[in-house]
């Protein structure tokens, strides 16, 4: 198959490309890159006025799949990263049963080959049934194709079985993927303990019991040489714990989500929106800041959606009953175009490196960009396209996106997958 993309701006930092140009594809691969190309036979598309950009990467995503198939599955989940511009995914392991075997591994990996074109890779849960008392199947589990190991949802609350799984995980050279949760501390706490906790009479989950387990788990790394990723961090002192890992010399990474660089508590209000209930909390504008500098700045090294499906009935529950937890991948690319990229404080270069290259190389797998020989795995993007999010409906099962509503300007407008169409003219294949 060919395919030739004509006059799209091209954005690669890392083979130095931003230019208008064409790119030619055959076979899956990157053929050519240059002004003017034409191809025998094929596909002719004209990108005039897009940004073409290495394919983009969601390390954190929940598909619920096997268990839970009625918030999403992993056909859906994979027609969703199509929709907002991700060529791959990296799927997290608290499913029922919970992926802690080789075999619940090779499942997912089995049923997402019959699925949409985006890649789909896995992370292996740390602990038997996310219990926190006992090692999973880690070996097990990087046999059948388990790329990383995390007990997302929860955090690893024993530190002697956190050492231990450090100790062992970094023998295949995998990151342990951190949620920071000190369980102690959280009790019952629903949202950022403060102000808004106060005002709406709803328990407090404090910015500490997110810091001291990063802090915790940065000795951790010193001692045992493991590469840890801190999930989805939340606060300004947090950034600044990871920040002087880095400056130490030590294999430490982190994400932030979308809703978690633009929104904050101040988004909770009286309508008691269950859209808004997040694990961890949304924080202060304060944080925002910080998060958002942080992002620019290159200590925080991925924006990942933590795209997290509920059905309509258990969002529809009391404040404090329904589960935390909102979706994001159809959105992300939306919002840092929205609300960074077009402000003038993230470039696009930038972006390609937090949202592409990042997450692959922290993953240890197969790196994708815009160079001839490479996997075609590319995102195209209207910068300029205006839309309401969940206006034009959505390819996850479920709606339970905390931006419902708000106006972006910017998507993804089609997907290419080893040079297959996962979505063309915004048509999600």
Request: charged share 20%.
């Amino acid at each position: 198959m060919a395919l030739l993309l004509k006059g799209a701006r091209c954005v690669d930092p890392a083979h130095e490309l931003d230019h208008v140009t064409d790119i030619a594809i055959k076979n899956g691969k990157i053929k050519d890159i240059g002004q003017d190309l034409s191809i025998d036979k094929g596909e002719v598309r004209d990108m005039s006025g897009k940004v073409l950009v290495p394919g983009l990467m969601d390390m954190h995503v929940h598909l619920r799949e096997p268990g839970q198939e009625y918030k999403e599955d992993i056909a859906s989940g994979l027609r969703a990263a199509a929709k907002g511009g991700f060529c791959a995914v990296l799927a997290m392991p608290n499913t029922n049963p919970t992926c802690d075997t080789g075999s619940i591994v090779g499942f997912i990996l089995n049923r997402a080959r019959q699925s949409c074109a985006t890649r789909i890779y896995v992370a292996g849960a740390i602990s038997r049934g996310l219990t926190g008392l006992e090692l999973a199947e880690i070996g097990d589990m990087y046999a059948a194709g388990a790329v990383a190991y995390t007990d997302d949802g929860r955090g690893v609350q024993d530190i002697g079985l956190a050492r231990l799984a450090m100790d062992y995980i970094k023998q295949f050279k995998s990151p342990v993927l951190s949620h920071c949760q000190m369980e102690d501390l959280t009790a019952k706490g629903v949202v950022n303990e403060g102000v808004v906790s106060t005002r709406l009479g709803l328990a407090g989950w404090p910015a500490a019991a997110e810091e001291i387990q990063i802090a915790r788990d940065i000795a951790l790394g010193e001692l045992t040489g493991c590469a840890l990723h801190i999930q989805h961090i939340t606060t300004a002192r947090g950034v600044e714990l990871v920040r002087e890992a880095k400056a130490k010399g030590l294999p430490v990474s982190c994400e932030v989500t979308p809703h978690h660089l633009f929104l904050n508590e101040d988004d909770v209000d009286t309508s008691y929106d269950t859209n808004m209930k997040m694990n961890p909390p949304l924080r202060t504008k304060a944080d925002n800041r910080a998060l958002q500098q942080a992002l620019v700045d290159g200590t925080i090294d991925v924006v990942a959606t933590d795209h997290a499906p509920h059905a309509a009935h258990e969002k529809a529950l009391e404040f404090e009953l329904a589960p935390f937890g909102c979706t994001g991948l159809e959105t992300a690319l939306g919002a840092v175009l929205t609300y960074m990229v077009h402000e003038g404080t993230l470039s696009y270069g930038q972006l390609v490196e937090r949202m592409a290259h990042a997450p692959r190389a922290l993953l240890g797998i197969k790196p994708v960009g815009l160079k001839v020989g490479l996997s075609a795995d590319v995102t195209i993007i209207d910068p300029e396209l205006g839309w309401v999010v969940g206006s034009d409906g959505w390819e996850s099962k479920s709606t339970n996106n905390a931006f419902n509503g708000r106006s972006f300007q910017g998507r993804a407008t089609d997907v290419y997958v080893d040079g297959f169409a996962s979505m063309q003219d915004g048509v999600v294949s």
